[in-house]
Structure formats: C-alpha cells, structure tokens
C-alpha cells in the first residue's frame, strides 16, 4: 500500500447528492404511486420498464466486475468501487420485485386463467410460464445475484484494510463462476420479464440482446460517475484520459454488440418470414410505434457509434459525459420500446400518458441515492487491491 | 573506403528509454524536421516528445470505408432492383436487410485494405521495401537494447558538426555516421524472393485443391455431403424402379398442351377442323413461320421454286388444282407427321402456328388466283394498282 504515490485522502461527497437523490426518489415515488391509482395497467408496465433498468444498471455492473477479475483487468481498478457502488442495488431488487409480483395480473395476460383456457399455445407454455414457478424463478435469480455480489464486495471491501492478495484469487474464482451463472440467470431474466409481456412470441436470441443492452447500460452509468467524480476530484489525479479511453473504447464495442445483435434478431426473423416471430416486430411498426422503432436505430447505435468513432472523442470527457447520459436514456428507451406496443390500449400507436416520466425519476433518484449511501460508507478508489498501482499507472 | 559515401545521418546510440525521450523532446524544439527515433518497443510518452501530429492515416480508412458502403448499396440496387429484378423468397427487389451484412463485409474490407495499401504508397514508398538504415550496425543496435535516434542530412538546419555537437550534449553511448547504400536493391525482386511468392502460390493452391477435392471427400469430413435425400437424376432405392426422379402418371399432359390424335398415322380417319381464324395476327404468324420453315424448300410463295431447286427431291407447288383442294386438317396432317422427304415439324413448330401457317397457305391460294373483286379489294386497301 505503501507503493501508492499520491496516498489516498478520502473526500466525502456533497452532501447535497443524497440530498437529491432523496427528493428525486421521493417525488418519483408519489408521482408513481398517483400513477397506480390513475391507470394501474400504465403504471405497472412503467414500473416493469424502471425495474428491469435497475437490473440491466445493477447486474450490468456486477458483470464488469467480475469480468475485470476473471480477465486480470488492470486498468480499471481505480474505479471498480464505483462499478461496485451500482452493483450495491441488487439486494434491494429483492423488495423492488414485491410491487411488480403483485400486479402481475395487469402486465402478464398469460397469468388469466381464462384466456389459458383458451389459448392452446399458453397451454404448451404453462409448465414453465405460471405464477408460482415465475415467483421462485424471480426470487431464486436475485438470490443468486446477492450472494455474488455479497460475497465479492465482501472480499473487495475486507482488501482495503488488510491489503490481502489472497482475496483478489478468491474473487476471481468467484468472478469466473458468476460469469457462467450470469450468463443463465439474465437470459432467463429477460424471457420472465420481457419476452413473456408476449407470451405467444419466442426468440432465441433475447437474452443476449437484453445482456448487450445491461452491459452499455452498466458502463454507461459506470463512465458519467468516473467523468463526474473525476472533474470534481474525487478520483486520484492519476486516472487519465487513457482510462478514459478504454471506458469510450468499451462502451463503442458493446454499442455495436447490441446493434449487432439486435440486427441478427432482426434480419433472421425478416428472413424466415413465419408469421408467429414476425408478429411481435409488426406491432412495432403499428401506428407511431413505427417512429420509435426508427428512432430507438438512431438512439441506440448510429447516434453513439458516430459520436464515439473517434479516437480523441472517447478521451474526451465532455463528449463521454454526454454520450453515457445519452446510452442510459438509450436503454431506457430500449427497454420502453421492448414492453409498451404489447401494453393493452397501446397496440396501435403511442398514446401520451404522463406516468411515462415519473417512473425514470424515480429510478434515476434511487440510483443516485444508493451511489450516494455507499460512497459515504466506503473509500472511491480499492485501496487494498494489489493491482491498484499498476492500474493508477496505466497508460496506452 | 566510406568517405566517398553520401552521408544518410547522424545517428546517438542510448541504453534507457529516459534518456531517448529527453534527447528527442530537445531535438524537436531545436526545430529540426528530418529526423526520427528508432527503439526496440514502443514508448509511452514518445508521441508527445517528438511533437508529432496524429496520423491521417484513419481519415483514408474512413474515407475508403464509406465509399465500400456506398459502392455495395449501390451495387445491390442496380443489380438486384434495376439491371435483373428477381424476387428472392418473396422480399422485395431491394431487401436491405439481406444487404446488411455484405454491406458490413464490403466495408470493412475497403477500409482494411485501402488502409494497408495507403501505408504502403505514402509511408513506405512501394515498391521500395528498403531503408537506409537497414542492415546497418545502428539498426541492428536498436532492435536489440538500444535507443537511437537519427538526424538526417536532408533536414535544412543540417550541419554536420553542430548536429553532432548537439547529440554528444544528451550524453550519449555512442555516436555513429550512416551513410547511403551504394547501390539501391529491391529485395521484393530477387529471385529468392520470387521464388518463395511462387512456393507459397503453388503450396497455398495445392493445398486449397487438395482439401476441397480429396480431404472433404475421407470419412470425418463429408458429413453433408451424403444425406438421405432424392438427388435429381440419381438412383433411390426408395422406389421399385430405382428413378429417384418420378415419371408423370400415363397420360400426363404438359400444361397448356394439346395433344394431336393422329400422331404417326398415315391415313387419319378424319381431318381436324382449323381453330384459327385468319386474323391479321394469325396471318402475320403464320406468314413468319411459313418463310421461316416453309419456305427453305416450298419457295416464298409456295411454287416449289426454293433455292434447293433440283438438290434434293423436288418439293410439290402448294398450288395444285390436287393441293388447293386439301382440306385445312390435311395441311395440319402432313406439317405434323411430315410427308415423304419432308419431316415432323412437331419439336419446331407449335400446335397454334401451324394452323396460322395453315391460314397462309391459303392466304397465298387466294393470291395465286386472284378474281377481280379480290383485285379491286386490294386496291382499295393498299392504294396501289398491284395488277399492273
């Protein structure tokens, strides 16, 4: 420990970050809950939409970190507290799960036991599509993730004080475990809770769509919180552009990811032309929801891969700034995209509701509000990590 | 010996990359252009100290990059939605989601290897393969353990002793004059070269047909290539007579095909009547047809007067009191089933433009022996007097 340069002073954070995480939240959540006496159907698949933005932001985080101890990543050690600092949400995806459970009834028409009756293909579907195998799925999935990200953070936080190397071997033990289990779990996550709003729809590939959507998420939030705390010199003065430029470089890889992806599901169910794939993209081109189609290309990939292209512009922490806000809203939208055509009264075109917004708030102040908790609690920068120096020294 | 030698440079010889950056960062701001450092790997900082500017190299491969996605979208239109429309799987004529990919493909390959051949041209100065500082000790020196760094004579702050004035200040391990070859060799042209390009031809060919039409063929690798499927025109054991190709049930007829009762019957027991009415259109095809089959050995207007005159049996005039009295199913008949010396017409000639040729017949019967009101007919149609 003694090898860092610029020995570490923890600064704390403003306290006015908790501060508007808290209002955020707090406006969020009555607005919210007017919203749930107004239109519960609307409501509920808001609040599907927010939940499943928390898990791609929260998990998406977990991931990077375990993919920075499976692969022997240097160069973002300095900021893995902050990455983990999202992760923090996981455990409490627990209770935010509880409201969701209880409006099943509004988002899944699978759970009607009456249009089951009729529904030959729900039939087929029921063994694995009911409430209460869909209950113990949700429940065990998040389990598993606590456990990980307890038990990682565990080691990573215990690290600070002793300075253990062992830690870091067990952490990748675990890192590379979780990889696989990740790789299951947020596959099945997203059948469960986005594919199944259609239950009559199927497509193999989903999961790794909604995985690529998670990790640009997760490095989105991960990049506006190293820019910001960086600017305002929270972070050590040794992390530099070329830090920077490996965040820029990743998040332009898992945005072409995702637009490869999304055009591999796309173009191979185009291509085979069966009417029960194609359905679910022609309630998509129905009405207004064509614009967003359009727009969710343009948002998702043509917009961030032009602004990334560059070399000088993923060093850049203005333009990264503002495309990590840009790729949030992207999934964002993303994830609406993904939900709402399927949302009873939306099948033929967008109708305004202004639930639509109160719901982001929310999220946005309860992402801030547990970054805030946290970095209270807890150094920015692992302190203890063997590989903390080499990381501070990093360097193209 | 080497005094007569043009000088390339002067070149500093250090052992630490500290030093080499400190001596390279003082040589840019002294102001000199021509020059360059040469190290064993790559040196973070150097960029900065030797106050280069970022390569334009990626605005080529931007350039070439978008112009392959330009030209094979363009492409894709013109052929698939301009030059030859074909509907493929029921998609329209410009699918852009099948042009996707290739699009990414042509892309990237325009970008990569456009890249590849502007570094060769403007950096390398193709075909030169060679430098000066190839093969010299210097060289070898810094692809060890050494840090080198050369000032060149082509600079125009150049003066021999106040460079080396310059270089002996950083303290350096040694200081070298390098001096041009005395003659410029192409190494990519000697023989042993040419003759290694064309082993790896031959071996990269050989190899590629070996694997395509002998290795795909063993056991492992020939998965698909035997399946339990009907090859056309292969034998199955599926069937009892082994066709994997199956004959039409007996009396199958080819759409639109109607079959001629008399096929290969000498004296039909009845002549069919003429469909045809002699229509403009009719007569038209059939006067088409008659001088393009017909007419070779019956002449242009039936006489039997045809260029093949006395070469081979003489064809009958058409216009014989005998002839002119065939009924229209006779003429159909004999075009059919052919007659003496002339064949079947059957595979040239359809069911349709053999009456049509049929109606011509007639058509140059009528001309033949025209009355006056025919004659008056004509004159009134055409405006000419054809008699005279």
């Given at each position: 420990?003694?090898?860092?340069?610029?020995?570490?002073?923890?600064?704390?954070?403003?306290?006015?970050?908790?501060?508007?995480?808290?209002?955020?939240?707090?406006?969020?959540?009555?607005?919210?809950?007017?919203?749930?006496?107004?239109?519960?159907?609307?409501?509920?698949?808001?609040?599907?939409?927010?939940?499943?933005?928390?898990?791609?932001?929260?998990?998406?985080?977990?991931?990077?970190?375990?993919?920075?101890?499976?692969?022997?990543a240097?160069?973002?050690?300095?900021?893995r507290?902050?990455?983990?600092?999202?992760?923090?949400?996981?455990?409490?995806?627990?209770?935010?799960?509880?409201?969701?459970?209880?409006?099943?009834?509004?988002?899944?028409?699978?759970?009607?036991?009456?249009?089951?009756a009729?529904?030959?293909?729900?039939?087929?579907?029921?063994?694995?599509?009911?409430?209460?195998?869909?209950v113990?799925?949700?429940?065990?999935?998040?389990?598993?993730?606590?456990?990980?990200?307890?038990?990682?953070?565990?080691?990573?936080?215990?690290?600070?004080?002793?300075?253990d190397?062992?830690?870091?071997?067990?952490?990748?033990?675990?890192s590379?475990?979780?990889?696989?289990?990740?790789?299951?779990?947020?596959?099945?996550?997203?059948?469960?809770?986005?594919?199944?709003?259609?239950?009559?729809?199927?497509?193999?590939?989903?999961?790794?769509?909604?995985?690529?959507?998670?990790?640009?998420?997760?490095?989105?939030?991960?990049?506006?919180?190293?820019?910001?705390?960086?600017?305002?010199?929270?972070?050590?003065?040794?992390?530099?552009?070329?830090?920077?430029?490996?965040?820029?470089?990743?998040?332009?890889?898992?945005?072409?990811?995702?637009?490869?992806?999304?055009?591999?599901?796309?173009l191979?169910?185009?291509?085979?032309?069966?009417?029960?794939?194609?359905?679910?993209?022609?309630?998509?081109?129905?009405?207004?929801?064509?614009?967003?189609?359009?727009?969710?290309?343009?948002?998702?990939?043509?917009?961030?891969?032009?602004?990334?292209?560059?070399?000088?512009?993923?060093?850049?922490?203005?333009?990264?700034?503002?495309?990590?806000?840009?790729?949030?809203?992207?999934?964002?939208?993303?994830?609406?995209?993904?939900?709402?055509?399927?949302?009873?009264?939306?099948?033929?075109?967008?109708?305004?509701?202004?639930?639509?917004?109160?719901?982001?708030?929310?999220?946005?102040?309860?992402?801030?509000?547990?970054?805030?908790?946290?970095?209270?609690?807890?150094?920015?920068?692992?302190?203890?990590?063997?590989?903390?120096?080499?990381?501070?020294?990093?360097?193209? | 010996?080497?005094?007569?030698?043009?000088?390339?440079g002067?070149?500093?010889?250090?052992?630490?990359?500290?030093?080499?950056?400190?001596?390279?960062?003082?040589?840019?701001?002294?102001?000199?252009?021509?020059?360059?450092?040469?190290?064993?790997?790559?040196?973070?900082g150097?960029?900065?100290?030797?106050?280069?500017?970022?390569?334009?190299?990626?605005?080529?491969?931007?350039?070439?990059?978008?112009?392959?996605?330009?030209l094979?979208?363009?492409?894709?239109?013109?052929?698939n939605?301009?030059?030859?429309?074909?509907?493929?799987?029921?998609?329209?004529?410009f699918?852009?989601?099948?042009?996707?990919?290739?699009?990414f493909?042509?892309?990237?390959?325009?970008?990569?290897?456009?890249?590849?051949?502007?570094?060769?041209?403007?950096?390398?100065?193709?075909?030169?393969?060679?430098h000066?500082?190839?093969?010299?000790?210097?060289?070898?020196?810094?692809?060890?353990?050494?840090?080198?760094?050369?000032?060149?004579?082509?600079?125009?702050?150049?003066?021999?002793?106040?460079?080396?004035?310059?270089?002996?200040?950083?303290?350096?391990?040694?200081?070298?004059?390098?001096?041009?070859?005395?003659?410029?060799?192409?190494?990519?042209?000697?023989?042993?070269?040419?003759t290694?390009?064309?082993?790896?031809?031959?071996?990269?060919?050989?190899?590629?047909?070996?694997?395509?039409?002998?290795?795909?063929?063993?056991?492992?690798?020939?998965?698909?290539?035997?399946?339990?499927?009907?090859?056309?025109?292969?034998?199955?054991?599926?069937?009892?007579?082994?066709?994997?190709?199956?004959?039409?049930?007996?009396?199958?007829?080819a759409?639109?095909?109607i079959?001629?009762?008399?096929?290969a019957?000498?004296?039909?027991?009845?002549?069919?009547s003429?469909?045809?009415?002699p229509?403009?259109?009719?007569?038209?095809?059939?006067?088409?047809?008659?001088?393009?089959?017909?007419?070779?050995?019956?002449?242009?207007?039936?006489?039997?007067?045809?260029?093949?005159?006395?070469?081979f049996?003489?064809?009958?005039?058409l216009?014989?009191?005998?002839?002119?009295?065939?009924?229209?199913?006779?003429?159909?008949?004999?075009?059919?089933?052919?007659?003496?010396?002339?064949?079947?017409?059957?595979?040239?000639?359809?069911?349709?433009?053999?009456?049509?040729?049929?109606?011509?017949?007639?058509?140059?019967?009528?001309?033949?022996?025209?009355?006056?009101?025919?004659?008056?007919?004509?004159?009134?149609?055409?405006?000419?007097?054809?008699?005279?």
């Amino acid at each position: 420990m003694s090898q860092i340069d610029a020995h570490y002073n923890k600064k704390e954070l403003p306290e006015k970050l908790l501060r508007m995480g808290i209002i955020l939240l707090i406006i969020g959540v009555v607005l919210g809950l007017v919203g749930f006496f107004v239109d519960p159907t609307r409501a509920s698949f808001n609040y599907l939409i927010a939940y499943t933005f928390l898990i791609s932001i929260a998990v998406g985080a977990l991931f990077l970190i375990a993919l920075e101890y499976a692969t022997g990543a240097i160069w973002s050690v300095p900021f893995r507290r902050v990455t983990e600092f999202f992760a923090a949400i996981i455990p409490l995806l627990l209770i935010l799960v509880i409201p969701l459970l209880f409006n099943m009834h509004n988002l899944f028409h699978w759970t009607h036991e009456e249009v089951v009756a009729g529904d030959k293909i729900l039939q087929g579907k029921a063994p694995y599509l009911n409430v209460s195998f869909f209950v113990i799925r949700a429940f065990v999935i998040i389990g598993i993730w606590s456990l990980f990200y307890f038990f990682l953070t565990r080691n990573s936080l215990k690290q600070d004080s002793s300075g253990d190397q062992k830690l870091t071997g067990k952490n990748i033990k675990l890192s590379t475990v979780f990889i696989v289990i990740f790789a299951i779990t947020i596959s099945i996550t997203s059948f469960d809770w986005l594919m199944s709003v259609e239950p009559h729809w199927f497509s193999t590939i989903f999961g790794i769509y909604y995985f690529s959507g998670t990790v640009v998420a997760a490095l989105a939030a991960v990049t506006l919180a190293v820019v910001l705390l960086k600017e305002k010199g929270y972070l050590p003065e040794k992390i530099t552009s070329d830090h920077l430029y490996s965040l820029g470089a990743l998040m332009f890889v898992f945005v072409n990811f995702w637009a490869y992806i999304a055009f591999s599901q796309y173009l191979i169910i185009w291509y085979a032309d069966l009417p029960e794939e194609t359905f679910w993209f022609l309630q998509k081109w129905e009405g207004s929801w064509a614009i967003f189609s359009i727009l969710l290309i343009v948002i998702q990939f043509l917009v961030p891969f032009v602004a990334l292209l560059s070399k000088p512009a993923k060093m850049n922490p203005k333009r990264l700034k503002f495309i990590a806000i840009w790729l949030l809203f992207a999934h964002l939208f993303d994830l609406y995209w993904l939900v709402m055509p399927q949302m009873p009264g939306l099948e033929g075109g967008y109708v305004f509701s202004w639930i639509d917004f109160v719901f982001p708030i929310a999220t946005v102040g309860f992402v801030i509000l547990i970054f805030a908790m946290k970095a209270k609690k807890e150094n920015l920068i692992p302190v203890g990590d063997p590989k903390l120096q080499r990381g501070l020294d990093f360097h193209l | 010996m080497s005094n007569e030698r043009k000088i390339y440079g002067v070149a500093a010889l250090f052992t630490k990359p500290d030093d080499i950056i400190k001596a390279a960062s003082k040589v840019a701001n002294e102001g000199y252009s021509k020059w360059d450092v040469n190290t064993p790997y790559p040196l973070h900082g150097m960029d900065n100290a030797m106050k280069l500017k970022p390569s334009k190299l990626g605005f080529i491969t931007l350039f070439c990059g978008l112009s392959g996605t330009a030209l094979i979208l363009m492409l894709t239109y013109f052929t698939n939605s301009i030059d030859f429309p074909l509907v493929i799987g029921g998609k329209q004529f410009f699918a852009l989601p099948a042009y996707i990919p290739i699009t990414f493909e042509v892309t990237v390959l325009l970008a990569t290897v456009s890249t590849v051949i502007a570094m060769l041209t403007f950096f390398f100065k193709f075909p030169s393969n060679n430098h000066v500082l190839h093969d010299t000790p210097y060289m070898k020196k810094v692809s060890l353990d050494h840090f080198g760094i050369v000032i060149e004579v082509s600079d125009p702050k150049f003066e021999q002793s106040k460079v080396e004035e310059l270089l002996r200040s950083f303290d350096p391990e040694s200081i070298e004059i390098i001096y041009h070859k005395e003659e410029i060799k192409y190494p990519i042209f000697e023989p042993k070269f040419i003759t290694f390009l064309i082993i790896v031809a031959l071996a990269v060919s050989g190899g590629t047909y070996i694997t395509l039409n002998k290795l795909m063929f063993i056991t492992p690798f020939d998965w698909m290539m035997y399946q339990d499927k009907v090859i056309p025109q292969s034998r199955i054991e599926l069937f009892k007579d082994e066709r994997g190709m199956r004959t039409p049930v007996e009396g199958t007829v080819a759409k639109g095909f109607i079959p001629y009762p008399y096929l290969a019957v000498d004296e039909p027991p009845e002549y069919l009547s003429n469909p045809l009415i002699p229509s403009r259109e009719n007569l038209k095809l059939g006067k088409k047809k008659f001088l393009t089959y017909c007419s070779p050995c019956h002449g242009n207007f039936g006489d039997g007067d045809s260029r093949l005159h006395d070469q081979f049996p003489n064809p009958p005039s058409l216009h014989s009191q005998r002839i002119r009295n065939f009924e229209d199913g006779k003429f159909y008949h004999i075009i059919t089933n052919g007659k003496n010396v002339m064949p079947s017409y059957t595979a040239q000639i359809n069911r349709n433009e053999r009456w049509a040729i049929v109606n011509y017949i007639r058509v140059l019967h009528r001309a033949k022996n025209a009355s006056e009101q025919d004659l008056e007919l004509v004159i009134k149609e055409t405006g000419t007097n054809v008699a005279n």
